[in-house]
């Protein structure tokens, strides 16, 4: 037993290389910041996982070592009883109006959980899917994710340009803030990786425009690639009600238009449409009063967010007993997050809408064999045992410098879309 | 692969001795019926489970058979939806007004589940606790589970009495009709198996003489060993606020008083102690009336009837989401089911409530080493890789000569009943 339990916890925040991309918080930065855990046991089995990257849950994390240390990875109860006892002292619900605010307890178990999933299907010579109850499909579909942005690939160029890209390379530094960019944008993002389904992300320009795009993808797409409009919860009740019936028809749901489970489902009783969110109900706090108000028909899940893979199996399973259904909320990530994403997709009692990702929005990679491959929009599951990915030392290096030369320590979108409109300002509801 | 793959499925029904309890749907026949279930892989690993017997449901695994063998037992995703895809085509829900009328699906992929699982366990080598996220609980208390009930010991000897028996073994033979026959049966049965709480199966004499037993009960024990009544849903609305009002500060919770969601919700308003069910809300299906109407406290729930280990941990996920407690109904069973519910109740956030358990009023075991023990009324977490019990074969070809011998194909508490009382009739609301 000794040779199985934890020895050491490493934990390397990374920065990848993200465009300019737009949304109702401001602008991405030109890196996107992860974390990457490690998990080694005294037989020097290495659990990995990947979850958004901000200095307060690394340290966090690092606090959490003395508590992690010496457990068994298959001990996942006591080990998350010991997190949650260890930071009942500091406020644990430490969201603020962003959707990627961060709540120490569910990230940092998520990243514990996750690796020591690695770490048991290791040893079981399994995926871990099979400690999920085994996949139930092969392939595990993800949509487009647009967004409207400024010109630029992000990183190193910080807004500059590539001028040797080409196809979807270009696409993805290109200017997009006009029904005739995103299209654009979407075509090459299609073409590239073969995804079925598109989502955009709005909340970055006034509604008509927003909802001209969502025309102008509809009347190039066609009804049979689903479309979804996520305006951030930046909408007031009776613009998400008079867009939204205009978007009626054409978006196969509706993310998130308003702010607050109460809004939710004034516009769900309004439209005739799902609604889809994850700002509204975010945690499993939020199930109760989003059962009793109808708050929403889809929660789109996030296992960094909601405190690891076999709670969202659970959350799956509160789902589809109250008939709600679950689909995927993404951040700008990297290989292993995708891996465990793909996973958790394949155990799914069903996949009802394809899971977003903003996988194609990075070019960079941590996982050894580079880049995840996407066919025909979906990723295969991976069969290796554990999640089936392992870390490109070199990479990690490269990224983890990227981190420490950006200088960036959490994600503030604010910040970074002042450095392009000094005087932008962030506004819980806008329009 | 094909080494782990599943060989064969072997399914054989016992019947153990049990003496005449009464409760609202009846009396207990002199055998308990239950089926033993082995899973057999391809390199002769044995997972087992133990289910409530009925030839109906022996039937349904028979014919489970055909989608089962050949595959992974680690798909059990897979192996449910099979399994629901096959009896798609028949009545899902069969139950009828008795509490252990039977769902076809929930008991066969319980069977199979939590063989399937104890097969992993034994590849892994880890008791089945650690495959729900590992033991909270190195010890799992169950309460003392005290029936009305006729002289007699059930089994061969009929109603008829083994003279030479002592302690329990004696008190468990006696006639308990009367609040003082109650508490002497309580006396032995907590003298014997160390039990720190008391429940009473009531709904068999009309309700002042049960809440006497209660308050008897109450001042042999003491306010420090809860007491809990069960009237099997046999009351009326006013029958159940009228003698629960006189019951609130003796019960620690009140069973089932009224049948159908809706009593429950008034009856729970009225009162001032939790209320339990076991028969009101008995499946996922049941959930979101359960939580729209605030039908009880606490779900009493069964990994026989709720679809597996890990079916019910998702359970406990829904109630601890809805403010609700989660506990664990019983019916008669033999070791394998107490080594799952073990695991159970080992591996669940909390146990706020001691277990029931009818495992005292067998002396039969079908388990290598005999009867499990009781320490303060609690029992051990097995260590052993997966459910940490073997079959006694000896003791199988004994039971399931018991079976064959004894003609029972299914409960029925109706017809027993009126081998004593020739015109019984069953009510759904006595009193």
Not at 54 to 60: K, L, V
Not at 234 to 250: D, P, Q, V
Request: charged share 25%; hydrophobic share 40%.
């Amino acid at each position: 037993m000794t040779g199985l339990t934890i020895k050491d916890i490493i934990i390397t925040p990374i920065a990848a290389t993200d465009p300019p991309l737009l949304n109702a918080a401001g602008l991405h930065a030109p890196y996107a910041l992860r974390t990457i855990v490690e998990v080694v046991t005294h037989d020097n089995i290495i659990g990995i996982s990947e979850i958004p990257g901000n200095s307060d849950i690394d340290d966090a994390l690092e606090k959490s070592k003395e508590i992690i240390i010496g457990k068994d990875p298959f001990q996942l109860n006591q080990i998350r009883d010991a997190i949650e006892s260890h930071f009942d002292s500091e406020t644990t619900a430490q969201r603020g109006d962003a959707p990627w605010d961060q709540r120490k307890i569910v990230h940092v178990f998520s990243a514990i959980e996750v690796a020591c999933l690695d770490i048991i299907g290791k040893i079981l010579e399994r995926p871990i899917v099979d400690l999920l109850g085994g996949k139930r499909r092969n392939m595990v579909p993800f949509a487009a994710y647009l967004f409207y942005k400024y010109k630029g690939a992000g990183g190193k160029l910080e807004f500059g340009i590539d001028r040797n890209a080409t196809g979807w390379d270009a696409a993805r530094q290109a200017e997009a803030t006009t029904p005739e960019g995103i299209v654009k944008q979407a075509i090459f993002m299609v073409k590239e990786f073969g995804f079925k389904s598109i989502k955009l992300k709005g909340g970055a320009f006034e509604p008509q425009q927003e909802v001209n795009a969502i025309k102008a993808l509809y009347a190039h797409f066609g009804p049979n690639v689903p479309l979804r409009h996520d305006p951030n919860a930046i909408w007031k009740l009776e613009t998400a009600i008079k867009h939204g019936k205009s978007m009626e028809g054409f978006l196969e749901y509706f993310e998130d238009p308003v702010r607050g489970q109460e809004n939710m489902a004034k516009a769900r009783q309004a439209l005739k449409m799902p609604l889809a969110t994850n700002m509204c109900t975010t945690s499993f706090e939020d199930i109760p009063k989003s059962i009793k108000l109808g708050a929403e028909d889809i929660i789109l899940s996030d296992h960094h967010f909601w405190g690891g893979l076999r709670s969202s199996m659970e959350l799956s399973r509160i789902c589809s007993t109250f008939g709600r259904k679950l689909s995927m909320h993404s951040n700008s990530h990297l290989g292993i997050s995708l891996a465990a994403m793909v996973h958790l997709g394949a155990a799914l009692p069903e996949v009802p809408y394809a899971l977003d990702t903003h996988y194609p929005w990075q070019s960079e990679e941590v996982i050894v064999g580079g880049r995840t491959k996407f066919e025909e929009g979906a990723v295969q599951v991976p069969s290796k045992p554990g999640l089936g990915v392992e870390i490109d030392r070199e990479m990690l290096k490269i990224l983890h410098k990227n981190y420490l030369d950006c200088g960036l320590k959490k994600r503030d979108d604010l910040v970074e879309m002042r450095k392009v409109v000094p005087d932008w300002e962030f506004k819980q509801v806008r329009w």
